[in-house]
């Protein structure tokens, strides 16, 4: 699963499809993943706690959980995806692979105002990233080379977009 939020194994349909400890796990596991994404957001993870206990608490349905879930974590296809562990067959939501999350268009934009050249290198790497399916190490390395003299919170920024390893 990307993002590695999912438990082994699972995907879709995780209502009695695996042990209740493995759906710990994968719980646990799912919690960490949105914690790291939303660690600087406290407004989304108190809205995805209110989603959670709403549901517990019968205030919404499966239907209404999904629909606030794709709208929150908008853009964080791995979030989606592993959440799709927890919902009954029927349930999953889709996402579109190719949009990328709104902070990284944001991120772009940042670098493109920053500095045209560096902008234009970045872009260079990252198409080759995608093209060649170039190594993360060697990818990270590349970007680093690219923002480490004059940009060093650049690099910052964009290990915020690297999927965990």
Do not use: W
Request: with cysteine.
């Amino acid at each position: 699963m990307a993002g590695g939020v999912a438990a082994e194994g699972g995907g879709g349909g995780g209502e009695g499809s695996t042990s209740s400890e493995a759906t710990i796990n994968a719980a646990e596991r799912y919690m960490k993943a949105v914690m790291e994404t939303f660690g600087d957001q406290e407004e989304k993870l108190v809205m995805f706690r209110e989603i959670m206990n709403d549901f517990r608490t019968e205030r919404t349905d499966i239907a209404g959980v999904v629909g606030r879930v794709k709208e929150l974590f908008k853009g964080h296809n791995n979030l989606i995806e592993g959440f799709n562990f927890f919902l009954p067959k029927g349930y999953e939501i889709t996402v579109d692979k190719h949009q990328p999350p709104p902070e990284a268009l944001d991120f772009i934009r940042l670098v493109k105002e920053r500095d045209e050249s560096v902008y234009r290198r970045f872009m260079d790497v990252i198409f080759r990233y995608q093209r060649e399916h170039m190594d993360l190490i060697k990818l990270c390395r590349e970007v680093g080379a690219l923002f480490s003299e004059d940009h060093p919170d650049l690099f910052v920024k964009f290990i915020r977009f690297l999927p965990p390893t």
